[in-house]
C-alpha cells in the first residue's frame, strides 16, 4: 500500500511562500501521476495542481496559475508544491495524492488511488 505523507505547510502572511513536500514510501514514485488537492473549510475539495509520469505535462486550476509550481523528485521519492504570492482564499487542509496511470504524460489526476493525511496552509495578517 503506498503511503504518502504531506510536510511543508504552516502559517504565512499575504504574498509570501511556502513549499509543501509529499514523501512517498512502500512503493516507486515513478509509477503516478502525482496531484495536489485543498479543501477549504466549508467549501468543496478542489484540485489544484497534477504532474504527469514522465514530469512533462503538468496542470494548475486558473486561480493559482502563475503563482504555484509542481514538481517531482523520482530518485528521492518527493513530489513538491511551492506555492508564491500566497493570497487569503489559498488557507485550506492541502493534500497530496497518487494516481495509477497508464499514460506517463497524462498530467489530470481525478479519482486518485492514495491520498495523504493533509497539511494546514492558514494565509492571514
Known amino acids: 500500500q503506498l503511503q504518502l505523507v504531506e510536510s511543508g505547510g504552516g502559517v504565512v502572511q499575504p504574498g509570501g511562500s511556502l513549499r509543501l513536500s509529499c514523501t512517498v514510501s512502500?512503493?516507486?514514485?515513478?509509477?503516478?501521476?502525482i496531484g495536489w488537492f485543498r479543501q477549504a473549510p466549508g467549501k468543496e475539495r478542489e484540485i489544484v495542481s497534477c504532474i504527469s509520469i514522465s514530469g512533462l505535462r503538468t496542470n494548475y486550476i486558473d486561480s493559482v496559475k502563475g503563482r504555484f509550481s509542481i514538481s517531482r523528485d523520482d530518485v528521492s521519492n518527493t513530489a513538491y508544491l511551492q506555492m508564491n504570492s500566497l493570497k487569503p482564499e489559498d488557507t485550506a487542509t492541502y493534500y497530496c495524492?497518487?494516481?495509477?496511470?497508464?499514460?506517463?504524460?497524462?498530467?489530470?489526476?481525478?479519482?486518485?488511488?492514495?491520498w495523504g493525511q493533509g497539511t494546514q496552509v492558514t494565509v492571514s495578517s
Open positions: 495524492t497518487a494516481k495509477i496511470e497508464s499514460y506517463s504524460n497524462y498530467a489530470h489526476c481525478s479519482s486518485p488511488e492514495y
Open positions: 512502500r512503493s516507486a514514485l515513478g509509477n503516478y501521476a
